[in-house]
């Protein structure tokens, strides 16, 4: 499971974490998901009960991630503002926050895929995609190279991790694929 995790985590990250902070979280996350009570006693600072809807070693992984990396908001709106200032100032968005305030969820999930899949053309863009399951907020996201996306699927399967594109995911859910 190690190496998975760190194969997964390099992936999600898309640069973003260094290999050293990868091999961290892939360790803890392999150790908490080993032995939970193990983990749990050596890590007595871990606010982690029974209760929460996930594995502690998912836990370990959501809970480690940068905000530069994993995308947590309430609203679409919200989600891409974390989105384009994880990019800065130097990389040019078309699709603006605003442009998203009145959209349903579906239409703005669709906006903001559309903009994302323009970055990075080398990659085939990015696709953003639903990762774990949320705790504290409505969406709960990271970017991922297209090229990227089979593997991290495969990979999310492999280690138990809950991951589909965000807008497919919705538009499927929905059953109405008119609007795409």
């Not at 530069?68 to 309430?74: C, E, G, N, S, Y």
């Not at 999930?109 to 085939?124: A, F, M, N, T």
């Not at 969406?139 to 280690?159: G, K, M, S, T």
């Amino acid at each position: 499971m190690h190496d998975s995790l760190i194969e997964l985590l390099t992936l999600i990250s898309s640069g973003c974490l260094s290999e050293q902070d990868i091999q961290r979280i892939a360790a803890e996350a392999s150790a908490a998901y080993a032995d939970a009570d193990g983990f749990l006693a050596a890590n007595p600072d871990i606010n982690y009960d029974d209760s929460f809807p996930i594995p502690l070693g998912e836990w370990v992984i959501v809970g480690s991630l940068p905000d530069t990396v994993l995308f947590q908001a309430d609203t679409a709106e919200a989600l891409y503002r974390q989105i384009q200032a994880s990019f800065g100032p130097q990389v040019s968005f078309v699709l603006k926050p605003c442009d998203l305030a009145r959209a349903d969820l579906l239409t703005a999930l669709r906006r903001i895929q559309v903009q994302l899949g323009s970055l990075y053309p080398e990659k085939g863009g990015y696709v953003l995609i639903d990762f774990s399951e949320p705790l504290d907020d409505e969406l709960q996201a990271v970017l991922v190279y297209r090229e990227d996306v089979p593997r991290v699927l495969a990979l999310a399967v492999e280690v138990g991790i809950y991951a589909a594109p965000s807008y497919e995911s919705r538009l499927s859910a929905e059953g109405d694929g008119e609007d795409a």
